[in-house]
Every structure is written in structure tokens, then in C-alpha cells.
């Protein structure tokens, strides 16, 4: 659970000790990002948000979206981990003419991660990253 964490009130502002209290945050889910190299990143997501939106504003290594999303350059190009795919779904119209372009190779699981939405039922994919974006 995400919490919030607040100075005392008879504490000045600043001050080491704090106390907690739950946030009103509950939409939150996680995703793993897994680099090349092994190296795992897990990042909480909106629902609704991209992951490659997510990856960005975690500075996750391996993802750039240098388009911002608009499916426009495969710098966000990721492999949608095996026993999460068929719950991520088949490519988007458009996606495989951009990954025809992408700088890594292209493999079963390929997909845009701008072209990818959190929901509910992929709370806790697994997204492996290429070598490369450029």
C-alpha cells in the first residue's frame, strides 16, 4: 500500500520524525521491466497509462518513446514476456509495418510499448527490453 508521509503537528516543517497515514491511492499496478542484461526494474503504473509512458517517467534503460507515444518511431520497441501474451493481445493495426523498422530484432511478443494500455488484468506483466532502441 502507497503511503503518505506527514510531519506531526506539533512538529516543525522539516522534522525527522514522521508519522504515516494510508494514502487514497489504490490504482496503482506494477510492471517489470527486464533489461538484456537480466537487470529487472519494477515501476508502478496507472491504469490507463502506456507502459512506455511509464518506462519514460521511471527512466527505465531500454525504453526512449522518442515520438511520445504516437507510434511513429519503434523506440519503445519491447517483447511482451511469453506466458503474458495472450492476456496483452495481438499487435495494434500499424504496429508491425513500425517494428518492420526497429533496430532489434524482431520476435514473437514484439510490440510498441506506447501501444500498450495498464489494465487491471496485466497488474504484475513482465516486459523483456532489447539490446538497442537506436
Do not use: N
Not at 105 to 131: F, K, N
Request: proline letters at 4%; charged letters at 25%; hydrophobic letters at 40%.
Amino acid at each position: 500500500m502507497a503511503r503518505l508521509r506527514l510531519p506531526r503537528p506539533d512538529q516543525p516543517a522539516g522534522a525527522a520524525e514522521l508519522i504515516s497515514i494510508p494514502s487514497e491511492r489504490t490504482d496503482e499496478m506494477k510492471v517489470t521491466f527486464i533489461a538484456a542484461d537480466g537487470t529487472a526494474t519494477v515501476v508502478e503504473v496507472d491504469e490507463g497509462q502506456s507502459l512506455m509512458q511509464a518506462a519514460v517517467s521511471h527512466d527505465v534503460d531500454g525504453i526512449i518513446g522518442e515520438c511520445g507515444g504516437s507510434m511513429m518511431c519503434a523506440t519503445c520497441h519491447c517483447y511482451v514476456d511469453e506466458a503474458w501474451a495472450e492476456r496483452v493481445g495481438a499487435q495494434q493495426d500499424g504496429e508491425s509495418d513500425l517494428l518492420d523498422c526497429a533496430v532489434s530484432e524482431v520476435r514473437p511478443g514484439s510490440r510498441l510499448s506506447c501501444q500498450i494500455r495498464m489494465t487491471a488484468e496485466l497488474d504484475g506483466v513482465v516486459i523483456h527490453l532489447p539490446e538497442a532502441q537506436l
